[in-house]
């Protein structure tokens, strides 16, 4: 089990920018590491993943990918998301999560077995 703990959430106004943090301890070097994000009523969203193979390879969500940005640290234990050219529509609760085993990206909900407690992000128009 890995823990993680969110930090950086904040508010926002639009064209803004925030960087997300994520310290984790536990199976850390191991395990692939994500970002998802979550508005009340809605599913949780994939935001963006990281995992450590011969350096770090990432995969953000398409329609993202040209304003956040992951990234981390396997000796420092540290997963970081930031995010530019805010919208009011990236207002959620945004979530730190790991994979469910060594052997396993993320890319849903379903791939991860560890979440943080989540740190919102609110935008202003």
């Known amino acids: 089990q890995v823990h993680l703990v969110e930090s950086g959430g904040g508010f926002v106004q639009a064209g803004g920018s925030l960087r997300l943090s994520c310290a984790a301890s536990?199976?850390?070097?191991?395990?692939?590491m994500a970002w998802f994000r979550q508005v009340p009523g809605k599913e949780r969203e994939f935001v963006a993943s990281i995992r450590w193979l011969n350096g770090a390879i990432t995969y953000c969500a398409p329609s993202l990918k040209r304003r956040f940005t992951i990234s981390g640290d396997n000796v420092k234990n540290m997963v970081y998301l930031q995010m530019s050219s805010l919208k009011p529509e990236d207002t959620a609760i945004y979530y730190c999560?790991?994979?469910?085993?060594?052997?396993?990206?993320?890319?849903?909900?379903?791939?991860?077995?560890?979440w943080g407690q989540g740190t919102q992000v609110t935008v202003s128009s």
């Open positions: 536990g199976a850390f070097s191991r395990n692939a």
């Open positions: 999560a790991a994979a469910r085993s060594p052997l396993v990206d993320v890319r849903g909900v379903e791939d991860a077995s560890s």
